[in-house]
T-cell receptor, first 114, second 114 residues
Framework: SAVISQKPSRDICQRGTSLTIQCQVDSQVTMMFWYRQQPGQSLTLIAT?????????ESGFVIDKFPISRPNLTFSTLTVSNMSPEDSSIYLC???????????FGSGTRLTVV | DQQVKQNSPSLSVQEGRISILNCDYT??????FLWYKKYPAEGPTFLISISSIKDKNEDGRFTVFLNKSAKHLSLHIVPSQPGDSAVYFCAASAEGGSNYKLTFGKGTLLTVNP
């Protein structure tokens, strides 16, 4: 299965600033997924990132707030822009593994906005 | 609208006994279901899955049961071990794989006491 290196693992940021989260996969994958888990909530898909095309955002998420880059088949970044305390969450990237519908996740980025 | 529901936030069992984690869903388009385990500071790891054409799938100590008419699935862990202590997420996917989006429940914290 794929191994994902996600960084930073955690950060404390000032409101109004931006944070870029990186995910590096040890193999080439077509699609990468970005999730958010707010305190006490389920994992929620933010967007799907294909290499060479614009990311596809889920309802409630917009590119201006969560710009995503996907420069190649092993790397993606998610930026959380103009942060507010409501953005305090765990952010995770994910890739599909094989045909069994299992997905591998990064270790997550715990973001606290103060 | 929570399409995947895990109504028990936590569950505590004794080592060696059976752990039963429950999950309900509302979207009749879901046709694939997955369970993930998550330790603190780590991303979720894939545990076991089941297609809607089956009603049971077994992998070692882990068995998932699906009751489509009741829109209910459960994960059985037997015998439970202290290392099983983690948050367990139920997830569902629709359209047989052409839709990569996973919808997650809020998770159940399982504590296995020695």
């Amino acid at each position: 299965s794929a191994v994902i290196s996600q960084k930073p693992s955690r950060d404390i940021c000032q409101r109004g600033t931006s944070l870029t989260i990186q995910c590096q996969v040890d193999s080439q994958v077509t699609m990468m997924f970005w999730y958010r888990q707010q305190p006490g909530q389920s994992l929620t898909l933010i967007a799907t990132a294909n290499q060479g095309s614009e990311a596809t955002y889920e309802s409630g998420f917009v590119i201006d707030k969560f710009p995503i880059s996907r420069p190649n088949l092993t790397f993606s970044t998610l930026t959380v822009s103009n942060m507010s305390p409501e953005d305090s969450s765990i952010y995770l990237c994910s890739v599909e593994v094989g045909s069994g519908y299992g997905y591998t996740f990064g270790s997550g980025t715990r973001l606290t906005v103060v | 609208d929570q399409q995947v529901k895990q109504n028990s936030p936590s569950l505590s069992v004794q080592e060696g006994r059976i752990s039963i984690l429950n999950c309900d869903y509302t979207n009749s388009m879901f046709d694939y279901f997955l369970w993930y385990k998550k330790y603190p500071a780590e991303g979720p790891t894939f545990l076991i899955s089941i297609s809607s054409i089956k009603d049971k799938n077994e992998d070692g100590r882990f068995t998932v049961f699906l009751n489509k008419s009741a829109k209910h699935l459960s994960l059985h862990i037997v015998p439970s071990q202290p290392g099983d202590s983690a948050v367990y997420f139920c997830a569902a996917s629709a359209e047989g794989g052409s839709n990569y989006k996973l919808t997650f429940g809020k998770g159940t914290l399982l504590t296995v006491n020695p």
